[in-house]
């Protein structure tokens, strides 16, 4: 498995602030940078205006079959204006279609306050493999 191949899975991303915070996220992997939604619900906006530093850890462990694969980037973030069109990609990647959403996850696909936080690692991220 690629790295590519494992970010396009329906995973859950953990991403650490200042503070320290910590957050899981869906994300989407997109033109080397990792995408997710925020908005007026969340803190994000203010704590990455402050210190756009983070890191973020995605990660599997399969006790069944001994898989533990994991990417873990250092980087820098930014908030950026909703792109619907990647907003959509990302939800469906964790929800399947659209039209079987439920309603709650459209909502910030039309809130004027929904805007997108870009992360771009400091390097290319790399999968480990730690299967046993």
């Not at 906006?45 to 973020?56: C, G, Y």
């Not at 990647?93 to 929904?114: H, I, N, T």
């Amino acid at each position: 498995m690629d790295v590519n191949e494992f970010l396009a899975r329906p995973l859950v991303a953990r991403v650490a602030t200042v503070g320290p915070s910590v957050r899981p996220v869906w994300f989407i992997w997109e033109e080397g940078a990792f995408w997710w939604l925020t908005g007026a619900y969340s803190r994000l906006e203010r704590v990455i205006a402050e210190d756009p530093r983070m890191a973020l850890v995605v990660d599997t462990c399969e006790p069944a079959t001994g898989e533990v694969f994991s990417v873990t980037c250092r980087g820098s973030a930014e908030t950026v204006a909703l792109d619907r069109a990647r907003a959509v990609r990302k939800l469906s990647k964790y929800l399947g279609p659209v039209e079987l959403w439920p309603a709650r996850f459209s909502k910030p696909l039309e809130d004027p306050a929904s805007k997108m936080v870009r992360f771009v690692p400091d390097h290319p991220p790399r999968l480990q493999d730690r299967s046993w």
